[in-house]
Nanobody
Framework: QVQPVESGGGLVQAGGSLRLSCSTS????????MGWFRQAPGKEREFVVT????????YYAESVKGRFTISRDNSKNTVYLQMNNLKPEDTAVYYCAAAPGVGINKREYEYDYWGQGTQVTVSS
């Protein structure tokens, strides 16, 4: 079991960068694929990116491909989301989540554990 805790959100101007971190408790972090989702005001939560257990495979939503980079450090029980060239439409609460098992997980129901979220606001 893991409990994700996000950090690193904030206010940034369009074109700027932010790095989100997601730390987890427990000793089983490396057994979980990790993902980032986001929810903008008035919209449903959407998939952003996921990384498999080893960090060797990733999958990005088209809207963030080429701008966002996910990585993980299993020795630190932490997954990162580097966000560059941010746009106002990236404004949302960003959630980190953990999915048991192997492979790439793009759907919310595949994730068992969720963080509380961190706000990212991009001003134009």
């Amino acid at each position: 079991q893991v409990q994700p805790v996000e950090s690193g959100g904030g206010l940034v101007q369009a074109g700027g960068s932010l790095r989100l971190s997601c730390s987890t408790s427990g000793r089983t972090f490396s057994r979980y694929a990790m993902g980032w989702f986001r929810q903008a005001p008035g919209k449903e939560r959407e998939f952003v990116v996921t990384i498999n257990r080893s960090g060797g495979s990733t999958y990005y939503a088209e809207s963030v491909k080429g701008r966002f980079t996910i990585s993980r450090d299993n020795s630190k029980n932490t997954v990162y989301l580097q966000m560059n060239n941010l746009k106002p439409e990236d404004t949302a609460v960003y959630y980190c989540a953990a999915a048991p098992g192997v492979g790439i997980n793009k759907r919310e129901y595949e994730y068992d554990y969720w963080g509380q979220g961190t706000q990212v606001t991009v001003s134009s």
